[in-house]
RNA sequence: GGGAAGUAUUAUCCUAUCGCUGAAAGAAAUCGCUUUGAUUUCUUUGAGAGGAAAGUCCGGACAACACAGAGCGGCAUACUGCCUAACAGACAGGCGAUAGUUUCUUUUUAGACUUUAUUUUGUCUGCUUUCGGAAUAAAAAGAGAUUAUUGACAGAUAGUGCAACAGAAAAUAACCGCCCGUAAUUUGUUUUGAAGUUUGAUUUUUUUUUAAUCUCUAAUCCAACUUCUUUUUUGCGGGUAAGGGUGGAAAAUCAGGGUAAGAGCCUGUAGGGAAACUUAGUGAUAAGUUUCUUGUGUAAACCUUAUGCGUUGAAAGUUCAAGUAUAUCAACAGCAAGUACUUGCUCGGUAUUGUUGAGGGGUAGAACGAUUGAACCAUUGUUGCAAAACAUGGUCUAGAUUAAUGAUAGGACACGACAGAAUCCGGCUUACAGAUACUUUCCUUUU
RNA sequence: GGUCCCAUAGCUCAACUGAAUAGAGUACUUGACUACGGAUCAAGCGGUUGAAGGUUUGAAUCCUUCUGGGAUCA
C-alpha cells in the first residue's frame, strides 16, 4: 500500500534531460517542482534532489531526502489512482531550496500541497 | 574538594507498526524446455555507515600505457639505530632550545656575631660539647644533576647572492681620529715644558730646654734669576685598523712583548671548527691527546652533497552489446547511361548499384573491477626496553551506482557533540557533547 | 572521485625578485570654479593584506594547517 519501490524513481539521464528542458515548473516554498506528462498508462516517476548549494553538509542533504521520500511515500495514492483514470504518464522532480533545515511536519504538509496541485493538472 | 591541559577507551538505548538496500532459502507465473537457466511477484530468515567515513597532506596495493642501458632536467626527503609492503609515520636513543626542581661557585646588598681607636678582618657547613642570646636572608651571573615539553636537527671551511633605516663601516675597503715625512703660513724666548740657585711665609718632625721663645732638617707655595726646548694653522704623500654613541648582528677573551703610532704582528692562554689517534658505544655521540685553523647571519635565498621517484589515476581499465550507419565476405538481382581496368580498337568480363545473410569495431545500456583483506578479535604463548614480528585458536563483519539506515507512537536516562561509505589499506592533519581511567599543573580546605 | 587556481580600501585592480608611511582609479566628504547643477581642479577619509601558527633582525610576499570562492577532467 505505501511504498516506494525503485521503479518509481527516475533513473534514466536522457528523460531527466527531457524533462528540464521540456518540462513545465511551479513553485510551492520550499519546493520547487518540475513536471512531464505524456500519454502511457498510468506510471509516475519522481526525482529528490536536495543540492549543494542549498544544503553544505552531506548529513542535511541526507536528512532533507530521507524526509522527503517519507513525505511522498505516504501521501501519493490519490495521484497514482487519477493517472490511472486520465491514462497519463508522469515525471516529476522536486527540489529543495530553503537554506533551512525543516523538520518533518512541515516538509509533509508541503508534499502534500504539492501533490494536490499536480493531480489538478493531470487531465 | 574544585578548575585547566594532555593521553587512552567509548561514541544513547529498548518495544511496536509502515518503508529502503543488497544476501540466503522457499513458492508461484512467464520465456525457454532434455536439464541447467533468465525475468517478475510473494513469503521467511538474518545483515546493513565512522573515530574521524572529512581534508586530500604523505605512502602503498591495484590497473592501463611506456620500458636494453645511461645521462640532463624536475620533485621529495635529510642526527642515529630500529619497525614496516612503504612513508614526511611509530618506537628507542644522541644533540640543542625552553620551563620547573635541586646542588655548588662567584659578586653585590642587608643583617647577626667576632676583632680593631677607625677604615677593616674573620665566621654565619656538619657533628659533639658548652651556653644568657644569636648562630642568615634577598638579588644577579655561571656551572652541574634531574624531570617535563619541544626541534623542516645535512652543509655557511665548495661557490654565488642578500643584509632596508641607522651607523665611519654590513664584511673588499674608505671616513673621523692617531702617527711619520714634506711644503707653505703664523709666532718668537714676555709663551710652553724641564732642570738648578736664592729669599720669604706656613706646617711637621727630631734634638735641647720645657713656661714661652730661638736654632737646625724635610716638604709645600709665592717671587726673582740661570740653562735647555720654537709654536699655531693648512695642503700633499704615506702608515694604521687599537677607539668612534648606531644596529638583530660590529670582526677570537685575558696577560705580556712589540711600535713613530698601531695591528694575531709575535708568545702564552679561554672559547669555536677540522683532521688523526685512544677509550666507551651497533651508531649518532661522549671523554681525552696531538696537529692545523678561526671570515657575523641567512640554505622555509640560489645552491652543494647523499638517498629515492617512469607517467597517469577506478570518470583507471576489462567483458557483453539493442538500434543506426557500415570496412570486409557470400548469394541473388541489375548491368540503361557514364567512368576505371582488361585490349591497338569493338564486343564481352570485373568494379561502381540494389536486396538478403554473415561479420568486425562499437554508441545507448548492462555486467565485472567491488569487498577474504599487508582483515579483525584473543585475560593465549615466544622474541624484543619498545614500536613490532612469529606461532596458535576463533570470526566473516555494508557494498549502493539519480546512489540504501527513515517516519510515527510509547518508554528510559547521562538529554545525545562533530559528522554520512563510493576501489581498498597504512599514517598525518583538522572538527567534537558527555562518560570512565591515568599523568601534569593551579586554587581552596584539613592535618 | 582526481587535478589546479584565487582571496589586498565600499567596488575594480597594483605592489609577489622579503626592507618598515601597502599604491592607483572609482565611490564618499570638504573646498574652489558656476546664478544653480554637471564636468574639472585641490585636499581628506577609508586596510587586523581571508584566519591561525612557523622561518627570519624583519612577512602582503617564503613554509605549514584551516576557512571561503572558482575552474577543469566523461
Known sequence: MFSFPKKERLCNKKKIDS??????????????????????????????????RYQKK???????????????????SQLKNRLTEAGQDLFVSLSYISKDLSDYHFIEKNISDVLKTLESKVG
Do not use: T, W
Open 58 to 76: 552531506a548529513v542535511s542533504r541526507n536528512y532533507i531526502k530521507r524526509r522527503m521520500r517519507e513525505a511522498y511515500r505516504l501521501n501519493n
Open 19 to 52: 524533462l528540464f528542458s521540456k518540462g513545465k515548473a511551479f513553485l510551492c516554498y520550499p519546493f520547487s517542482v518540475k513536471y512531464l506528462l505524456s500519454q502511457g498508462d498510468g506510471k509516475i516517476q519522481i526525482l529528490i534532489v536536495c543540492s549543494k
